[in-house]
């Protein structure tokens, strides 16, 4: 933070609301801007948790902490949600974090659709019905700025890699981007950020929380992402990677799309003007 007191060097730092925020990143996120004097707005649907945390940091920095225990899947709460966010008059942060991932196979006869319904309603609905909520308060303001957690995922659209996944957080940094655009185009303060975390320990991956490294290396932890997340604010960057060897893998998986499978070359269209089968 470069000695300052706050990641937005703001002298009257206000209010940040979380999504997500019994476990993981989201915890890293809430502790944190609670150690910088922010006053939080939590929400997951594991409330003991989140009390937990809430007690915890009030205790230890002075703040005040709102926990508001509900899914971000169901529109009711999600709605509930929003237009509670919209109503505070000094919201500074949104971090759109919420999300799981899902072992089942969306092409199988077998697989439960109603998982894959509500990752969209998750990493999508709620994500953009919360951008919209806290645009309201950050624009009036003049600034605010709105993490959504996506993930190097949404970068790498190949492979056989489970669909859904992938696809939601690609909605995810793409909606990110071209809303930014459109802030930066009326000359807003406010910034948004796509954050694109690679392998993380987080509970995601099952009881230990404890995620295996690849090839390119980490995994990361949960404080390291939401430290680089944060420290993004200096920058005008909106797709944010955490981390070099995550670049790598994307780097590895773009080539791998275009020379080898070479998809968004000409050649692979047919005289139709069809997509030609790769
Ligand atoms: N860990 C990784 O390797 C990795 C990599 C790239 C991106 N990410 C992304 O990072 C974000 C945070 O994940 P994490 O790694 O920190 O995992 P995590 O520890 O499992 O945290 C996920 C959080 O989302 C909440 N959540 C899940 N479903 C919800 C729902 N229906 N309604 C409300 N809250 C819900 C969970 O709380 P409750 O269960 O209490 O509701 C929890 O607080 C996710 O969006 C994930 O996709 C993670």
């Not at 933070?1 to 925020?21: E, Q, R, S």
């Not at 919420?98 to 006869?109: L, Q």
């Not at 060897?245 to 499978?261: L, S």
């Amino acid at each position: 933070m470069n000695g300052k007191n706050n990641f937005m060097d703001v002298k009257d730092p206000g209010v940040v609301a979380i999504t997500g925020a019994s476990s993981g990143i989201g915890d890293c996120f809430a502790r944190i801007l609670a150690s910088q004097g922010f006053d939080l707005v939590i929400t997951a649907r594991r409330k003991e948790r989140l009390e937990s945390l809430a007690s915890e940091l009030k205790q230890k920095y002075g703040i005040n902490v709102e926990t508001i225990p509900g899914d971000l899947s169901k529109v009711e709460f999600m709605k509930e949600f929003g237009s509670y966010i919209e109503s505070i008059g000094n919201l500074d942060v949104l971090v759109n974090n919420a999300g799981f991932s899902t072992a089942e196979d969306f092409i199988s006869k077998n697989s439960d659709i109603d998982v894959f319904m509500r990752m969209i309603n998750l990493h999508c609905n709620a994500t953009a019905y919360l951008m919209h909520a806290a645009l309201i308060p950050m624009r009036e303001n003049d600034r605010g700025v709105i993490f959504n957690i996506s993930s190097t995922a949404s970068l790498m659209l190949h492979g056989s890699r489970e669909p859904m996944y992938h696809s939601t957080k690609a909605f995810i940094s793409a909606f990110t981007e071209m809303v930014q655009h459109k802030v930066s185009y009326i000359k807003s303060n406010v910034k948004l950020k796509s954050i694109c975390p690679g392998i993380t320990h987080s509970e995601i991956w099952g009881e230990t929380g404890l995620a295996e490294p690849n090839k390119f290396g980490g995994p990361m932890s949960p404080e390291e992402v939401a430290t680089i997340s944060l420290d993004s604010y200096q920058n005008n960057d909106i797709i944010v990677i955490t981390g070099d060897h995550n670049i790598e893998e994307i780097v590895e998986w773009k080539e791998i799309t275009y020379k080898k499978h070479g998809r968004y070359f000409s050649k692979n269209f047919t005289k139709s003007g069809l997509y030609k089968k790769l």
